[in-house]
């Protein structure tokens, strides 16, 4: 399987620091072509620019959200079609942020990542506990119940992959014991036997706090396949050496 680490730059970035954060990585890239696959998640106003700056490096593109419908009267917001159109070839759903911030509930992520695939890209399905859900020992319990409400029904595997967040742990220089992500990954790898048919080769990225203090040891956990980061994705060194972390 090969490894994805994605960057997620949320509401960050303007043209010009967006920009030079692409070339910056897809010059690294071409210089040293990685084992592992790069991703990134620019705000839907880069999306064109960072395209045209990653062309031919064989980083790839990704939307941080999608509307469950094809095309229509939803001001504001952008189809799987339009991501997919500008170069995308991932989209990440249910990221917690959009879960609070946007009240989106396990069957709207489940409907975004089925639109997502039917036009044809791979769905990053983000999972994860609350510190209260966490402290209430329910992380296991709370990321299945998730997992089997956010994946849609008999999914393409080669369309899915999935992020486990810890919500405690986003942005906050947190991140549980290893052991801890040892247990959830290997989890959410049992759950997604019962959910897909390829469950074995969908990607399951760690996310929450990742740098590249800690990228190493996370990556050498069985079933992290990958990593999902933000704050550190935003400076192209950290977002580098993280990505020589995960080989
Ligand atoms: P962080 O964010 O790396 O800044 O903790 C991760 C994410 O929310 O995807």
């Known amino acids: 399987m090969r490894r994805l680490v994605a960057g997620n730059w949320k509401m960050n970035g303007l043209r010009a620091d967006g920009v030079a954060l692409a070339r910056d990585l897809a010059g690294r890239v071409k210089a040293a072509p990685r084992a592992s696959e790069l991703l990134l998640c620019p705000p839907a106003t880069l999306l064109a ?54 009240h989106e509930d396990d069957a709207a992520v489940r409907a975004k990542a089925a639109a997502a695939a039917a036009a044809g890209l791979c769905a990053i399905v983000c999972v994860g506990e609350t510190a209260a ?18 994946v849609p029904p008999k999914p393409n595997g080669a369309r899915l992959a999935i992020a486990y967040e810890p919500v405690w742990a986003i942005g906050t220089g947190r991140t549980p014991t290893l052991r801890d992500v ?41 079933n992290v396949d990958g990593a999902l980061v933000g704050g550190a994705s935003l400076v192209a060194d950290d977002f580098w050496s993280i990505a020589q972390a995960c080989g």
């Open 49 to 102: 620019p960072v395209a045209e700056a990653i062309a031919g490096s064989g980083i790839a593109l990704g939307g941080q959200d999608c509307h469950a419908e094809a095309k229509g009267a939803h001001t504001g917001d952008i189809a799987a079609p339009m991501l997919k159109d500008a170069g995308c070839a991932y989209v990440l759903v249910g990221h917690s942020e959009r879960r609070r911030g946007h």
């Open 133 to 150: 859900e966490r402290d209430g020992g329910r992380t296991e319990a709370v990321v299945v119940r998730q997992l089997r409400g956010s």
């Open 182 to 222: 040892a247990g959830v990954h290997a989890r959410i790898r049992a759950a997604l036997r019962e959910l897909v048919a390829e469950a074995d080769g969908v990607r399951i990225l760690y996310g929450g706090s990742v740098t590249p203090a800690n990228a190493r040891e996370l990556l050498s956990i069985a």
